[in-house]
């Protein structure tokens, strides 16, 4: 038996979970799975805890994209399939993006 293919879908910092109704509509009209969690829990931290949590509640390892500012909140994920960067921020695990502001970073 296949399994469901299931996606989690993490929005960029001006970004709301509406921006991908769109996105979501399409991926559940082919029969896959959505999950769009709700961020700006006040950290990076606290985001990445709330996404890790969605993880929890998937049966399988599901394909996580983040956006913008979600590409830090998905680094660094515990059982994912895949991870998609969408002109996202793509840090080292555990690297916070404002410290890409420091002198000579660039």
């Known amino acids: 038996m296949r399994q469901k ?5 993490v929005r960029g910092l001006w970004h709301q979970p ?10 559940l ?4 799975a959505v999950c769009v969690p709700h961020l700006h829990r006040g950290s990076l931290e606290a985001d990445t805890s709330v996404v890790q949590d969605a993880l929890a509640g998937c049966p399988m390892a599901p394909v996580v994209v983040g956006h913008s500012y979600g590409g830090s ?34």
Do not use: K
């Not at 009209?29 to 896959?32: A, D, H, P, R």
């Open 5 to 9: 293919l299931e996606f989690v879908l």
């Open 73 to 106: 909140v998905v680094t660094g994920l515990d059982r994912v399939s895949h991870l998609i960067y969408v002109a996202a921020f793509v840090p080292a695990a555990g690297e916070a993006v404002r410290s890409w502001d420091a002198p000579g970073h660039w």
């Open 18 to 27: 509406a921006h991908f109704d769109r996105v979501a509509a399409d991926l």
């Open 29 to 32: 009209g082919q029969g896959v």
